[in-house]
């Protein structure tokens, strides 16, 4: 079992910035690939960015590339997503998600190939 606890979304006015942290605990978390999603009101959730297990290979949606950075420390267990330039079309809820396996040099862009996922934290930018 992988437990997953996001931090660091709040409000920010557009051109801010933020970066949210993943937190995961649980047997061998650390070497499992990991995802950030987000979620608007009435939209699909949607992949942001994602990272293979060991940081060597990474995934940014079109519309976050060039603004945004998926970096992980496996040494805190940690993935974080820095959010630059933000825009008030970035706003949602974002989640941190974790396969349960894959220990190689893939990353995965689907929500319905992870495991688990965090509660999730809200990220507001205002125009």
């Known amino acids: 079992q992988v437990q997953l606890v996001e931090s660091g979304g709040g409000l920010m006015q557009a051109g801010g910035s933020l970066r949210l942290s993943c937190a995961a605990s649980?047997?061998?978390?650390?070497?499992?690939?990991k995802g950030w999603f987000r979620q608007a009101p009435g939209k699909e959730r949607e992949v942001v960015a994602a990272i293979n297990w060991n940081g060597g290979r990474a995934y940014l949606a079109d519309s976050v590339k060039g603004r945004f950075t998926i970096s992980r420390d496996n040494a805190k267990n940690t993935v974080y997503l820095q959010m630059n330039s933000l825009k008030p079309e970035d706003t949602a809820v974002y989640f941190c998600?974790?396969?349960?396996?894959?220990?190689?040099?893939?990353?995965?862009?689907?929500?319905?190939?992870?495991?688990?996922w965090g509660q999730g934290t809200q990220v507001t930018v205002s125009s």
């Open positions: 998600a974790s396969k349960a396996s894959g220990a190689d040099s893939r990353f995965y862009t689907s929500a319905y190939e992870y495991d688990y």
């Open positions: 649980g047997r061998t978390s650390s070497l499992y690939p």
